[in-house]
């Protein structure tokens, strides 16, 4: 795989900090930044993060600036609780 330069510098940086590779700091990092499984989003969240590769940088950057209403931010960390706690029980 190839990496832009930047950032292979910043992965082998945090590589010879702890000690480890490049590829184990590489996968450690897709690791946690991705979801155990798609099916874990809310459908709403999972089809809109699907599509954000249809959207051009200025949309982009228009969408990353955007906040939510409260009470809608309160329902998605309620919604999250919810199915975090039901995948504990799971486990």
Avoid: F
Avoid at 30 to 54: C, G, K, Q, R, W
Avoid at 55 to 60: A, K, N, P, Q, R
């Amino acid at each position: 795989m190839n990496l832009p330069e930047p950032l292979y510098e910043r992965l082998a940086r945090r590589a010879q900090k702890t000690q480890r590779t490049v590829e184990a700091e590489l996968v450690d990092a897709v690791a946690t930044s991705l979801p155990d499984e798609p099916d874990e989003l809310p459908v709403d969240m999972a089809e809109a993060i699907a599509a954000l590769h249809l959207l051009g940088d200025e949309d982009l950057w228009r969408a990353a600036r955007q906040s939510l209403a409260p009470h809608k931010v309160e329902r998605r960390r309620a919604s999250a609780d919810a199915q975090q706690g039901s995948t504990a029980h799971h486990q």
